[in-house]
């Protein structure tokens, strides 16, 4: 892995990446916390430019602080309604402009491609931080890492992505993301809720992956369970959510009979989909994925603009 | 004094201060402008939270600026509608994730309780900068500050809060505040805008307290006047606010035969309150208690993290 | 020019400077090019507070950035709503409090006179980022910086001002800035977007200037195209606007037969008034106007801070 290099790359997909440059990115994440922890700040006197499109605190949170903790500044914009899009700008030329500002651009924005395509015009870096409804590497990077280094492993794990697989970006990265290491995959969504297809037929052709509506019978036999939320506004009918809901929340009752190493991961926001009492639990992982995820963002920077 | 440290503690309310240790904040105001002046920067490499769920340019500029100035860095949200909060996170969640990011979190809130919840659950220290309609603990402390900078002591004034004495934060703080000292205190409002009743029970047991309608029969007594800003939404009746609002009006007419050593404060920002024409002179404190704020907040972010 | 010092000076119109102290400004562009390409942070320790009444991402982002790249840092808003106007406070008693903030201020606002009032309350120096429909200063100095660096020279220029006349104070401000040296000047614009009659007076006093409709049979003499972006709103017949946009885009075909030397500048953002195909070509420095422009903001900031 000693040949691979990342300076000047765009983080666009995590489909772009092999398993070995994605192990790498990994093993740079512990190497970001060595440094870090001897107060290294790498990034210092470099300008990381946000491009939020899309609100997004949590994300846009994380980069501003990965580029702080690196000795790094900041400059952009949290909302595309204070931005020259308003007045028509292409998204072409705010790259263009931007691009004069900083030495590394963070995106997000609603339309899938558009990270793509600031890639492409810009002459500095560029990670996508989301685009449209199927992109979010850096997600899906955090969340492989922090499975390595609570499980120790990803490879042989039993893992379930359960809630709404329809709609969420993270898990679309995530289940791609996946398919590179040799795991066992469980989806577990109401019928509403299903997979992508393309997402379905890519993954399949690479690890064993099984459909179910049913979380509770699989929990004895996970390494890993990945909930997300389900949004009300996604069911015509109230009374369907109502049903639906319940069945997908995991309680301190749904974990009897669970093996000891299971880990219960989630992007966040969650709203009831976990149990707070299970939060002081030894499988109550999601808070620590915040922590890793800030350690996965600084070295992607770090590592984009070739100082580690 | 020495004995006293302030390292990973919370700062909430000003009820959870003794005299001695609200006196030793004060001192510390005077260090850290030394510091200062020297071009200390003792909290580089530290990064500050700012959760501001409720707008507040003023306390958020002040805050930002105190971290600055030694030199460490900020990251957070000026307004609830940018954050996860709009997807049903609860505040506890919130804290359970920025406690990632920064190593001490200023919270503004417009729920009572909102500050202590937060403290209970983060691992770092956090500072209330305004929860509900009774804590503002730092705005008190910054104004015992200006007055024992500008009249050399507090013990032993005679001080009158004018103005909304019911809805507004800052008052019910500082009177909490001055409850420590001996002071004999004036409060002057119109009947709608009296004291709160539990406020008033709470310092009549410590202080001299009066409660009255007009201000220009005490000036000539007083050695401060905190004035406030007396909304126009309190009053059904707009003829009501009308005739009040003047009455409560300093111009250079009201100050004829005050004492020399009278100082004139104000939370800011003010309307129509204080006539211009007092700016320039001498009992002018108003923009001074701008300057004050920054010192007793670099005093406060310096002491919970330990480096003063 | 040794003896021109801007030492707490404030920027507040292009008609406040000397044609000497304009140049003596972009000479400076050069110096701090020369400067940050060694590194130097020759604002270490400063606190530009940046008012934006009035939203503006770009003029923004590059002061911003500006400040960063000297090693200082930024505090402020960029948006009315989130500042204390809304409760009624004075730009006065704004300047008065933030003063006690930073270093330098940066304020844009709607009003034309606002910066010129903010300069004289402020103690520390003021720059204007646009106020009113006439003063945009430090944009027309950067046009400037980039004729000078594109052309080598800015007397004996050829130049045309293209489209909205009328309305976009940065034509305005660049008219006053040009009248300060001997060029020729050609304001091309449709009839309802002619140039503001006070800006004319004045500007034909000291250069040769000449008003018209028609780009095109001019182009083949210019040295600079100076294009703006004709709105919509402007026109109460949209069929009008529809037959003059056309009459003022600049494409492939209208630049056969001009000068190698041409250069073609637009303040962005653009829309449709120059055809992408010519963003390949080495008539296109709209997007090196931008780096331009960061320069010219932290040679000034630096300048009215006394470190350079």
Redesign the interface.
């Known amino acids: 892995m000693g040949s691979i290099s990342f300076k000047g790359r765009d983080i666009i997909s995590i489909n772009d990446l092999t398993r070995e440059e994605t192990d790498y990115i990994l093993s740079m994440g512990d190497q970001i916390e060595n440094l870090s922890a001897k107060?290294s700040?790498n990034l210092c006197?470099k300008?990381l430019?946000t491009l939020f499109f899309e609100?997004s605190?949590?994300t846009k949170?994380?980069f501003?602080?990965a580029m702080?903790?690196l000795g790094g500044?900041v400059?952009?914009?949290?909302?595309p309604k204070?931005?020259?899009v308003e007045?028509?700008?292409t998204l072409?030329?705010t790259i263009?402009?931007?691009e004069?500002?900083?030495d590394v651009i963070v995106l997000r924005h609603p339309l899938e491609g558009a990270a793509r395509l600031a890639a492409e015009v810009a002459s500095v870096p560029v990670i996508n931080a989301g685009s449209g409804s199927e992109e979010h590497p850096t997600q899906a990077l955090l969340d492989l890492y922090t499975m390595k280094k609570e499980e120790g492993k990803i490879d042989g794990l039993n893992l379930a992505l359960v809630g709404d697989l329809r709609y969420g970006r993270t898990v679309h990265s995530l289940a791609y993301a996946l398919s590179m290491y040799d795991v066992n995959l469980k989806l577990i969504s109401p019928d509403q809720l299903r997979m992508r297809r393309e997402v379905l037929d890519h993954i399949s052709k690479r690890i064993s992956v099984q459909e179910g509506n049913s979380l509770n019978d699989l929990l004895p036999d996970l390494d890993v369970v990945y909930i997300t939320?389900i949004q009300k506004e996604r069911f015509p009918d109230l009374a369907d959510y109502e049903k639906i809901k319940g069945s997908y929340k995991i309680t301190p009752e749904t974990l009897k009979g669970v093996k000891d190493n299971l880990i219960i991961m989630h992007p966040?926001?969650?709203?009831d989909e976990v149990d707070?009492a299970i939060?002081s639990t030894p499988y109550a992982i999601y808070?620590k994925q915040?922590?890793y995820g800030?350690l996965i963002r600084m070295a992607l920077l770090s590592m984009v603009l070739g100082t580690i």
């Not at 400059?75 to 909302?79: D, H, I, S």
């Not at 966040?268 to 709203?271: G, S």
Request: charged share 25%; glycine share 12%; aromatic share 8%.
């Open positions: 107060g700040a006197g300008i430019v609100p605190t949590r949170l994380s501003d602080t702080y903790k500044q400059v952009g914009f949290a909302e204070a931005s020259s007045k028509g700008e072409s030329d263009k402009v931007v004069n500002y900083g939320r966040l926001p969650r709203v707070p939060d808070f915040v922590k800030l």
